[in-house]
């Protein structure tokens, strides 16, 4: 079996072959594009028994990931820190796109587990979509504080609420009160409220619209209490199609729930997970303190937790790790009643 290791850039990408013992036997560079692709298809085609290893750049190699599944090839999916750990420790030093290649196909050779990549179906168009609207959000706020400041030079003491500004009664407010005042600094604030109001109708329009594919998409996860429609869309975004964790167990420790042992000898010992997909492990802890917050399991847990000796924030982790398992059971369940990646149309 060979493996081909690919170090992927915007307008290039080497790839670097190497056999089961780690040895190279050859390499090439090729362009960006799907000629390029086809291309290094075509020169990997002299060794009949074949395997991918990409970075897991989504950005840089997706378009590679795409033309390389729908030929039929097998790819899998490896992990940037695991590549640099191989780096440093290879003989050869220095760095290079050879280099950095022959680190992709020996971190896949190293680990028989990675992910198997798959087409984007719609866990891709969610997490765009997630993206996008946070990006706006961060914008709002942006604009939110320079406007603050300008109603501040304007009329000291009398500025709207804290988390007003999102509303549309107080931005309609703020137009007809600046209408008439012809002050540079309010001619400035009026056209802040004006980029207010669209980000607000961009922004409610794409909730309503990552509400729908959350439905349609992930209906059982979606049910689960604190689970709301954008934490939904969120998890669905950043797991990218729980297939690829062979349990529950290994789901908790990418997204940092799971304790990491720390003993050596007789005596077991664990310490706090600060690593893994720390966009999940802030959904699921939104979850939890959501939970928390209404008559349930949940509460009772934590008060289990407590009596049995465990500190409020100790009772938390135990909580999530919990809430991460359920997460886990119930996003098998929608996979397996999803349509079909290979029914789903390609994503660009």
């Known amino acids: 079996m060979v493996t081909l290791g690919v170090d992927a850039h915007k307008r290039t990408h080497t790839v670097v072959a190497v056999d089961e013992p780690g040895r190279e036997l050859g390499q090439r560079t090729i ?36 033309d390389l599944l729908v030929a039929g090839e097998s790819v899998v999916k490896v992990p940037p820190k695991m590549m640099a750990g191989v780096r440093r420790s290879a003989r050869e030093r220095g760095k290079s796109d050879p280099i950095d290649a022959r680190a992709v196909a020996q971190a896949a050779l190293r680990e028989p587990d990675l992910p198997v990549a798959r087409l984007d179906g719609p866990a891709r168009e969610l997490r765009l979509l997630v993206d996008h609207r946070e990006d706006l959000v961060g914008e709002r706020t942006r604009i939110m504080r320079r406007l603050r400041w300008h109603l501040h030079q304007l009329a000291p003491g009398q500025e709207p609420p ?18 008439t005042d012809s002050r540079p600094v ?9 980029r207010l109001r669209l980000l607000k109708a961009e922004i409610d329009a794409l909730e309503r619209e990552i509400a729908k594919l959350v ?6 996860l979606r049910a689960l209490s604190g689970c709301g429609p954008l934490t939904t869309a969120k998890l669905i975004g950043e797991v990218g199609g729980i ?31 600060r690593g893994g997909n720390r966009q ?9 303190i959501t939970q928390m917050q209404r008559p349930g399991p949940a509460q009772d847990y934590i008060a289990r937790q407590r009596s049995a000796g465990k500190t409020k924030l ?28 290979a029914a789903l149309p390609v994503a660009a």
């Open 243 to 273: 297939g690829r964790f062979r349990s529950r167990a290994a789901f908790a420790m990418h997204n940092g729930t799971a304790p990491v042992p720390v003993w050596s000898g007789n005596t077991a010992r664990f310490r706090l997970n």
């Open 162 to 179: 804290p988390r007003s500004l999102s509303r549309h009664v107080v931005l309609n407010e703020l137009a007809i009160r600046l209408a």
């Open 215 to 220: 439905e349609d998409a992930a209906p059982k």
């Open 186 to 194: 309010a001619r400035l604030a009026r056209s802040l409220v004006e």
């Open 31 to 66: 362009a960006a594009t799907s000629d390029g692709h086809l291309e290094a298809l075509s020169w990997a085609e002299q060794w009949s028994q074949r395997r991918w290893a990409l970075e897991d750049c989504a950005h840089l190699t997706r378009q590679l990931k795409i």
């Open 314 to 341: 100790e009772a938390i982790r135990a909580l999530r790790r919990y809430i991460s398992d359920e997460v886990y059971r119930r996003m098998v369940l929608d996979a397996a009643s999803a349509v079909p990646a």
């Open 280 to 288: 999940i492990n802030v959904a699921l802890h939104r979850i939890a």
